[in-house]
């Protein structure tokens, strides 16, 4: 996804430049967050920055610095599990800091082990890029990326439209499988605070799918519909933040610095806002902007060829 993101930044970068020249002064105080996130404006700021939503419960943002992604990452205690969602773009440590906030974790609750189960949102290689670094730790699972991989370890019989309850310890998160971004794109609800980790699906920025995976982006947003109003969802927090704070406005995708960012996490009515969207192009996908978001449909092989119509634009793409 890194390298599609990258011909598509190159193909919008004029007008995306044009959105990024004014600097928002509005930008809302985070309900969740203490802080605002690193944006790379430091030179020296660190590899990862990390907020907690409580004791219990981290989120990872990994540095513009080191990648124009800097996806952010959740790690999430039990009693006897810890679960790591995602693991960010290659070349630096995650492995070093996630062994720091664990060892922090086992001394403050005074335990003297925990497991750690490492899944992905997704297999593109901005969320699997840490890997490798797991592979050897032990006591430690790291699950694969494929739809049939995610399955047999969570237990999914019927994917994508069954959802699986796997509890860490005292406390349960509940696996949604979402595809269209990705085969195995899923999103992870915790009961105990109410959070639904959306990856790529939902997120303050680019919605990318394939023209012809439309209609399953579609019915994934449907099913999430319908589990938000389920259960008791308070935010989705997604694997980057591309939009920034003034409606409308994105930055561009190659931009290691920023100011401004939208918030991390969006209100569950952003869901029916997406669904909106995907039934106006009534079958006809196209690239359309919203306030928060922008879906972005996109041909298979885009060679040649521009947004924002793109999936209609020639014969032999999807």
Request: aromatic letters at 10%; a negative charge; glycine letters at 8%.
């Amino acid at each position: 996804m890194q390298y599609f993101k990258l011909f598509v930044a190159s193909i919008i970068t004029l007008a995306v430049m044009s959105a990024c020249a004014a600097v928002d002064t509005n930008n809302s105080q985070s309900t969740l967050f203490s802080q605002p996130w690193n944006n790379g404006e430091n030179v020296n700021e660190p590899a990862f920055h990390v907020q907690q939503i409580d004791a219990n419960t981290l989120v990872i943002r990994q540095s513009l610095r080191t990648t124009f992604e800097a996806p952010f990452m959740y790690l999430i205690f039990g009693d006897e599990k810890a679960l790591l969602i995602d693991t960010g773009v290659k070349g630096v440590n995650l492995r070093a800091e996630i062994d720091v906030q664990i060892k922090n974790w086992l001394t403050k609750t005074g335990r003297d082990t925990l497991s750690l189960i490492v899944m992905h949102t997704h297999g593109h290689g901005d969320h699997i890029g840490g890997d490798s670094g797991f592979e050897d730790r032990p006591n430690t699972v790291v699950i694969g990326h494929s739809p049939e991989e995610v399955s047999a370890f969570f237990g999914i019989t019927d994917w994508p439209t069954q959802t699986v309850i796997f509890d860490l310890g005292n406390r349960e998160i509940e696996l949604l499988p979402t595809p269209g971004h990705h085969a195995s794109h899923a999103m992870v609800f915790d009961k105990t605070t109410g959070i639904l980790f959306s990856g790529d699906v939902v997120y303050p920025g680019r919605l990318y799918f394939q023209c012809s995976k439309m209609q399953e982006f579609k019915s994934s947003i449907d099913r999430v519909h319908i589990f938000a109003n389920t259960y008791n969802v308070n935010w989705l927090l997604g694997g980057h933040i591309e939009m920034k704070a003034q409606p409308g406005k994105t930055f561009n995708s190659q931009q290691t610095s920023r100011s401004g960012e939208h918030l991390l996490e969006l209100p569950v009515s952003i869901i029916t806002e997406i669904q909106a969207g995907l039934s106006k192009m009534d079958g006809a996908p196209r690239v359309v902007e919203f306030d928060e978001f922008i879906l972005f449909p996109h041909p298979a092989d885009p060679a040649g060829m521009s947004p924002p119509n793109w999936c209609n634009a020639g014969v032999g793409h999807d």
